[in-house]
């Protein structure tokens, strides 16, 4: 159904241990192997699982019907910036809005939360992510201009109300 538009979802928190996580954590584990090779495997397990629970972090999907078709999280990065990581849309449900929604629950519920600034990163290999972010009022922290494959790792920051 790629496509439609994304109407009636529900938000759900969820423990990345969670079973409703798992095509989350599957689908972005073949999307960086993919992208970035073998070893892209390793940033699944790279943080601890309570780094996305409250009161610091915070992992959220979007549910239809009952099955996650999107989901976000975000960690502590430092006492006033949350880092969102996972950024993730079911490879059937893509170009319906649902990551600008999983972006937009992340930034209310840090705010929420005390955080006055969101700081991420994306891959140089992931130009939707970029777009995204950038269309999401996000400042790039690197020259947009330069090749990504030189600049790495894309850092992008938004303050928050």
């Known amino acids: ?27 972005l584990t073949e999307e960086y192997v993919r992208r970035y090779g073998p070893e892209a495997h390793q940033e699944m397990t790279r943080y601890p699982a309570d780094d996305w629970t409250a009161p610091h972090g915070l992992l959220l999907l979007l549910l239809e019907d009952g099955e996650p078709v999107a989901g976000g999280a975000y960690r502590r990065y430092d006492g006033r910036t949350a880092e969102v990581k996972r950024m993730w849309t ?48 996000y400042t790039p922290l690197f020259d947009v201009d330069a090749d990504p494959l030189t600049v790495g790792p894309l850092p992008f920051e938004k303050h928050l109300p």
């Open 90 to 137: 079911a490879s059937a449900h893509r170009r319906r809005g649902l990551a600008r929604r999983v972006l937009a629950e992340l930034e209310r519920a840090a705010a929420g939360a005390g955080y006055r600034r969101i700081f991420l990163t994306t891959g140089p290999r992931q130009p939707e992510a970029k777009g995204l972010y950038l269309a999401g009022g």
């Open 1 to 27: 159904m790629s496509g439609a538009p994304a109407l009636d979802v529900e938000v759900r928190r969820v423990g990345i241990d969670d079973p409703l996580a798992e095509p989350l954590v599957r689908e």
